[in-house]
C-alpha cells in the first residue's frame, strides 16, 4: 500500500479528540498515546531530535508543525473509505442514506480520476490534522532516503488541543532552534495563508427564576425565553452560514439550560482589530440591554480572547511567503492566498516569536461526516515540503 495512505489510515485508528472540559493539555488521553505513538516511529525512522541528519551548515532551520487532536464532532472508531479513481456523482457512505452530494459539493469534479479518502457518514475523519502529520513524516522520510537533496536543520513538532485553542500554550520554543516554521493544517490543495480570524469565546448566562408552572404569574423568570429572546435579536446575517472571505460573524456554538439557568456560548470572529474590538463591545451593549428590560433576572458575559490574527506576524518576513509559493510551484501546484476562516497554532506562534504561515493538507468539509481528502493532494502536500526544505537551503538574508 502506498505509505503516505497506510500511515494516515493508521493515524486514524487512533481517538484524539480533545476535551475543553479538561484543564489539563494534553486534554485526552488518546493524544497521549498518539503521542508515544509519533515519538516511537520517527525514533524508528532514525530522527535525532527531530532533525534531519544532513546538515548544511549555512542553511536556516525551519520548522513543520501539525496537531494530533481532532474537533468536537463524533471521533472514535474512525471507519475511512477509499473510492479509487473517482468518476464522479454522489458518493455512498457506508451506512444509512448518508452521501457526499455532488449538488451540495460542486468541487468534487474536481476531483475525477483521484482517489478519495472519505468518512463512513458517521464520524469525522480526522484529516485535519493527521493529514499534516503523515504528510510531514512522509516528507522527512524521503529527505532521509534522499541525503544528496540539499537541506537545513529541520524541527518537527506535533501539538495536542489546537481545536480548542490550547495547543501552542505550552510549545517549547527553547527547545525548538527553527528561524520560522509552517503548520501543515490547512485545507484544499494550494492554499497558504497568512493570516486569520482574531477569535474570543464568550459565554452568555442567564439567571431566572423556576416556580410551579400553575402559580407562575408574576413570580416565575424562564431564563429559555430570555435566552431565546437575546439570541433572536443578534444580526442573523452575520452568522457563519452567511458569510464568506474577510467578513467576521457571531457564531452560537451551543446553548443549554432549564427554567432555572440558561447559558449560550459564542464564538465572535473577524481579521480586522478594530472590528473585532466593536463585536465584542456590541455583546457587552445587548447583555446590558436585556438585563434593563429584564431587571429581576441575573444576566453576565464572560468574553475570552482565544487568538490574534498573525497577518501582523508574518508581513514583516515576506521570504517565508515566498519561499512557500515558489515549493508550491516547483511540486506543480498553484498557490492559492487566502485568509483562514479559522485559526492555527500558527497563529498563536507566530505572537510567541515564531513566525508560521499554514499549507494545505488538501482536505475537505473538516470538522463532520462529509470530511473527505484526494490521496494526491496529499502527495502534492508531500512534495511541496521536500521542495520547501530543498528552497530554503539556498535563501540567505540579505
Not at 508574518?314 to 515566498?322: G, K, Q, R, T
Request: charged letters at 25%.
Amino acid at each position: 500500500m502506498n505509505t503516505l495512505l497506510s500511515r494516515f489510515l493508521h493515524y486514524l485508528t487512533f481517538h484524539t479528540r480533545s476535551d475543553a472540559t479538561n484543564p489539563a493539555c494534553p486534554s485526552s488521553e488518546g493524544q497521549r498515546l498518539f503521542a508515544r505513538a509519533l515519538r516511537d516511529e520517527m525514533t524508528q525512522m532514525g530522527l535525532s531530535q527531530v532533525t534531519l541528519d544532513e546538515h548544511q551548515p549555512d542553511a536556516p532551520a525551519i520548522g513543520l508543525i501539525a496537531h494530533m487532536d481532532t474537533a468536537d464532532y463524533e471521533a472514535e472508531c474512525v471507519v475511512p473509505q477509499i473510492v479509487e479513481n473517482y468518476q464522479g456523482g454522489d458518493i455512498c457512505l457506508g451506512k444509512g442514506d448518508e452521501v457526499l452530494a455532488i449538488r451540495q459539493y460542486r468541487f468534487l469534479k474536481n476531483y475525477l480520476g483521484q482517489d478519495l479518502i472519505t468518512t463512513d457518514g458517521t464520524t469525522l475523519l480526522g484529516a485535519d490534522d493527521k493529514a499534516g502529520i503523515a504528510e510531514i513524516l512522509t516528507a522527512v522520510e524521503y529527505l532521509q532516503a534522499h541525503p544528496e537533496i540539499p537541506r537545513g536543520d529541520v524541527w518537527v513538532g506535533f501539538t495536542p488541543d489546537e481545536e480548542i485553542g490550547r495547543g501552542a500554550d505550552r510549545f517549547p520554543l527553547e527547545r525548538f532552534p527553527a528561524k520560522w516554521a509552517y503548520t501543515v493544517d490547512g485545507g484544499e490543495l494550494g492554499e497558504l495563508e497568512c493570516e486569520n480570524f482574531n477569535a474570543a469565546s464568550a459565554t452568555v448566562r442567564i439567571t431566572g427564576n423556576n416556580v410551579h408552572p400553575g402559580t407562575a404569574k408574576g413570580s416565575m423568570i424562564n431564563s429559555q425565553t430570555l435566552a431565546a429572546r437575546f439570541h433572536a435579536a443578534m444580526p442573523a446575517e452575520q452568522t457563519p452560514e452567511c458569510t464568506q472571505g474577510y467578513e467576521g460573524f457571531f457564531h452560537l456554538a451551543r446553548m443549554e439550560g432549564t427554567v432555572e439557568e440558561t447559558t449560550l456560548h459564542y464564538l465572535i470572529r473577524d481579521f480586522d482589530d478594530d472590528c473585532f474590538a466593536a463585536r465584542k463591545a456590541q455583546l457587552k451593549e445587548r447583555v446590558a440591554s436585556l438585563q434593563l428590560d429584564a431587571p429581576r433576572a441575573r444576566i453576565t458575559l464572560e468574553i475570552a480572547d482565544n487568538y490574534r490574527n498573525m497577518r501582523s506576524q508574518i508581513a514583516p518576513h515576506p521570504h517565508i511567503v515566498e519561499l512557500a509559493k515558489a515549493a508550491m510551484e516547483a511540486a506543480d501546484v498553484v498557490p492559492k492566498i487566502k485568509p483562514i476562516r479559522g485559526g492555527t497554532d500558527g497563529a498563536r506562534l507566530s505572537f510567541m516569536g515564531l513566525p508560521c504561515p499554514n499549507l494545505f493538507t488538501g482536505g475537505h468539509n473538516f470538522h463532520g461526516k462529509h470530511e473527505f481528502i484526494p490521496l494526491q493532494s496529499m502527495e502534492k502536500a508531500v512534495a511541496t515540503l521536500v521542495a520547501l526544505v530543498r528552497l530554503t537551503s539556498a535563501w540567505r538574508a540579505e
